[in-house]
C-alpha cells in the first residue's frame, strides 16, 4: 500500500491498461481454435482420430485452458444456448456413436431451468434417422468442477418415439477448463473411469 501511494494515483489506471484487453485475448485464441477444429474435421467427432491428433488435440485444448478469459467457468451464464460437438477422446454414445453410425451432438443448456438436453442424431437434420435425446441437471462442486446428474433418456426413429423419457439413475463429474462466447473445453469422466476430452462450440460458429 505505502509503495502504491507513493508511486501516485495514476498506478492503478497505469496497471490496468497494461493487463491485455478482451479484443488481444480473442485475436491470441483465434488460430488454436482453428487448428483445434481443423485437426479435428474428418475425425468424425474424433472417433476416427490416431493418437497423433488426438495428442495434438489436448496439446491445443492445454493452451487455450492457459488463456480462458471467463472466471468463475462452474457458475457462468456464459454456457447457456446451444453448443455442437467438435472433438472428444471418448468412442461411446457421447461421441454420437450409435452402433456403427457416428452423429451430430449438440448440448441445448438452459440456466434458468437449471438443465440441458445432449442430443445425438444420426442423418439429416430436418428428420434424423435416429435422434437420442439425454436429459441431464448438475450440481456444482467448486468454481471449475460440475457433479452432472443424468435424468431421463429417449430415442425415435424417423420421428416416432421408441423410447420416451426413461428414467436414469447415473451421474459423472465435469472438469471445466475453457469458455468463452464461443467455444467451450471440458472433461468428463463416470465412476473410476479416466476423464476425456470434450470440445464445443456454439451453434452457428463456423471459423473465427
Excluded at 65 to 70: F, K, L, V
Excluded at 148 to 154: C, E, K, L, Q, Y
Aim: charged share 20%.
Amino acid at each position: 500500500p505505502r509503495f502504491a501511494m507513493a508511486l501516485g494515483p495514476w498506478v492503478v489506471p497505469l496497471l490496468v491498461a497494461m493487463l491485455p484487453s478482451a479484443s488481444a485475448l480473442s485475436a491470441s485464441v483465434r488460430p488454436i481454435k482453428n487448428s483445434i477444429v481443423k485437426l479435428a474435421a474428418g475425425t468424425r467427432n474424433g472417433v476416427d482420430a490416431d493418437d497423433g491428433t488426438r495428442a495434438q488435440v489436448c496439446a491445443l485444448a492445454h493452451l487455450l485452458a492457459e488463456q480462458n478469459p471467463t472466471s468463475d467457468l462452474a457458475r457462468s451464464d456464459g454456457i447457456d444456448g446451444e453448443w455442437s460437438l467438435v472433438f472428444t477422446t471418448t468412442g461411446g454414445g457421447s461421441a454420437g456413436k450409435l452402433g456403427p453410425f457416428v452423429g451430430d451432438v449438440e448440448q441445448h443448456f438452459d440456466l434458468r431451468e437449471g438443465k440441458y438436453i445432449n442430443y445425438v442424431s444420426v442423418g439429416p437434420r430436418a428428420l434424423p434417422f435416429v435422434k437420442g435425446a439425454l436429459t441431464a441437471d448438475w450440481d456444482v462442486l467448486d468454481d471449475n468442477n460440475w457433479q452432472v446428474n443424468f435424468r431421463t433418456i429417449s430415442f425415435s426413429l424417423l420421428g416416432v418415439p421408441v423410447v420416451r423419457d426413461r428414467p436414469l439413475n447415473q451421474r459423472g463429474f465435469w472438469r471445466l477448463t475453457y469458455l468463452d462466447d464461443d467455444f467451450r473445453v471440458l472433461y468428463a469422466r463416470g465412476g473410476n473411469k479416466p476423464e476425456n476430452i470434450y470440445v464445443l462450440r456454439r451453434v452457428g460458429v463456423e471459423a473465427w
